[in-house]
Structure formats: C-alpha cells, structure tokens
C-alpha cells in the first residue's frame, strides 16, 4: 500500500490503559492510527477524538485469541504501510496453575505470545525495506520474577512465562535487525494504573507499598528509549547497569554451561 505522509501505528489492546494512552500521544505525534480492540465502543470514541486532532483512524474489532481475529489483524498489519507496531493487548489471569482453565491459559498465549509474532512478521518486511520503523512490545517486569519470592507477588506462572518469551524475542529480534534502520523494544513496567488489575469489571485494590505508575509515563519512557535505543526498557529504573548485568550473568551461564562432561552434582547422583 502506499505510504501517506503521515506514519501509521497500529496498536493492540488499543482501548485502555497503556494501549489508548499510546494511541493518544502518537496521535499528537503525528501518526495516523490502527486501533485493535475486543470492544467496538470504547475504540471508536477514542477514533472519533482522535480525528477531531487531525488524525486518520482505523478501527479493527478483533479478538487475538481466536484465530479469524488475529488473522484479520495480521492482514492489515502485512499491508505495507505500518510504520510502528504495539503490541499490547493482554490480560491477567493471577491464579495457581493448578487452579487456571487449560483454555484461559492458551487463550493467554495466543495473546501475549502468538498475536506478538506474528504481527511482528506481518510489519517487519515491509520495515525493513523501507530501512525505518519500530515495534514495541509491552511486556512486564513480572518477565523477570521467575526467582522472586514475595508475599505480594500473584501467582502467575502463565503470565510471567508469557511475558520472558515477549523480552527473548525482543532482544533476539533486536540483534537480527540492528543496523537495518528497524527498532525494536521490550517495555517493562511494573504496577500501572489501568483497568488490567480489575477483576470481573471491578477495580483491584492495589497493596499500599506497591508504587503505581501512571500510563502516560510508561508511553513517554517508551518512546524515549526508541530514541536512545533501548531495546529492554524499563520506565522506571534508574540504573541501566542492573540490565546490562543482567545479560552479563546470562552469558557466564551460558559460555559456563557449555561443558560435554556431566557435572558433578549428578555424577555423584549417577554414581550412587
């Protein structure tokens, strides 16, 4: 498709929280829209204040759990003309594995892992022709907390998993496009105040010391780590040396796990 001479951004999950705020803000940027949603009302509200600032919106009614909808999404995604893509869409399921619906759980991953690929896919040639574009994929900082131990923390075994794919991918994406003019991020906030803690329509109440960003803050940190190239970002994290020593113990791991012999932990077991 032709490309106009304004960029487009297609956002999922685009009627609330993180998803709306970012459809706001590149609207005042400059973008035309692609808004994804379940819901058709709430998206097109937002279109129509959208198009009173001068923008062009899309509104694609679709849920990225099921197949037909995440095709029909992945279609105009692969029209050629998407400058930048948000994935966002997501949901929480806090509960014990044990306790999740088998169903609820896959639904989640077709979400938050199958829906991330293949728009990614459908954008990226076109991208990567053209020599510019960006894609952001909303993850979470929960992607981290596989070893964190705290009482506050929900149980989320699907979600956290759900979101450590959303940050590998990103960063081996990343490398195989560095150079190509094509940016890719992984945001990673913590609490933020949007409707995704609610529970059955209902605000969850949050934990008095956890601190809550506001969205606007997440999109703003996002789009300024696009500029300086952040491909993990983390909007409220102070210290990027945490990160990069992150990766550095990663690589000891790896390089230290690459021996042909059996450890001797489980020789000893072996021997026994």
Known sequence: MQQTS???????GASSGIGCTFAERLARDGYDLILVARRKDRPAELARQLEKNGAKVEVLVADLSKPDGLATVERRAGGGDVTMLVNNAGFQNYKPFVELGPDAAEDQIRVQVTAVLRLSRAV??????????????????????????????????????????????????????????????????????????????????????????????????????????????????????????????????????RGAELAPRYAAKRAT
């Open 6 to 12: 304004r960029p487009l951004a297609l956002v999922t």
């Open 124 to 257: 990226l040639p076109a991208m990567l022709a053209r020599g510019s574009g960006a894609i952001v994929n909303v993850s979470s900082m929960l992607a981290f907390s596989a070893g964190v131990d705290k009482s506050f923390m929900p149980k989320r075994a699907t979600y956290a998993a759900t979101k450590a794919f959303v940050n590998v991918f990103t960063e081996l994406l990343a490398s195989e496009v560095a150079g190509s003019g094509v940016k890719v991020q992984a945001l990673c906030p913590g609490v933020v105040r949007t409707e995704f803690h609610d529970v059955d329509g209902k605000p969850a109440s949050v934990r008095p010391n956890v601190p809550v960003m506001e969205p606007q803050d997440v999109v703003e940190a996002s789009l300024a780590a696009l500029a300086l190239g952040d491909v993990i970002c983390s909007p409220s994290l102070t210290d990027r040396g945490l990160i990069e020593r992150e990766g550095d113990g990663r690589q000891t791991l790896f390089d230290a796990s």
